[in-house]
């Protein structure tokens, strides 16, 4: 739920720039109380700045114009998803049905990898199809690249392992497939907007 006077506060002028004409009539009202509109499922994107959201890793002012700027964030990218879905569909498709099976299987191999995972080169030539479908295939199956789709597995079964307690920091990076510790931590980081200790001790508080 968002003001009409908050967006507008931000397209003043550029009316023009907003991404669909229902979202410009609805800024230029005084009268709508608030805009609501359903647009397509939540991104990678938005999922890591609202998982950043969550484990807000400040306190004070400083938690507050994080914060802001997280929502800021989400905001740029439901415009960018609006003007997205304001476009003309694309029919054209270079996938047939047994190609999509044969990513759905790429994705599998890549759950099953996480620890040592293969290139995409390798991964194309596992499953029968060549590099080039398979990258662009993935990201028009699954929204996402082949290691895109990796990062993000990888990322939440690190959270998993941490939650669990079992594992030290430097384990739980070893499982997930880092040989630096400190790579994983900077890549955990960028993920959910916390280090790995860090949301490890928010658990225990």
């Keep these: 739920l968002v003001e009409p006077k908050v967006l507008r506060s931000f397209s003043c002028s550029q009316l023009d720039l907003v991404p ?3 979202l410009k009539a609805l800024i230029a009202k005084d009268s709508a109380p608030i805009f609501h509109k359903n647009v397509g499922g939540i991104s990678p994107a938005m999922q890591q700045a609202l998982q950043q959201i969550l ?5 004070g002012i400083t938690k507050q114009i994080y914060l802001e700027s997280k929502v800021l ?3 740029a990218l439901q415009f960018a998803q609006l003007k997205e879905s304001d476009r003309p569909i694309s029919t054209s498709s270079c996938l047939q049905p047994g190609d999509i099976d044969r990513i759905h299987h790429a994705k599998n191999i890549l759950e099953e990898n996480l620890e040592d995972p293969p290139s995409l080169l390798e991964l194309a030539r596992k499953v029968g199809i060549n590099d080039y479908k398979l990258k662009r295939g993935f990201r028009e199956v699954f929204g996402t690249t ?3 789709y990796l990062q993000k597995v990888r990322m939440e079964r690190a959270k998993n392992l941490l939650a669990e307690q079992m594992l030290s920091v430097g ?3 070893q499982n997930v497939g880092y ?5 994983f931590c900077d890549a955990f ?13 928010s658990l225990q508080s």
């Design 20 to 22: 669909t004409e229902e």
């Design 171 to 173: 384990g739980v990076a």
């Design 73 to 75: 964030e989400l905001i």
């Design 146 to 148: 082949a290691f895109g």
């Design 55 to 59: 484990n807000c890793p400040y306190q």
């Design 189 to 201: 980081k960028r993920h959910f907007g916390v280090t790995p200790r860090a949301y490890r001790m």
């Design 179 to 183: 040989r630096s510790q400190s790579r």
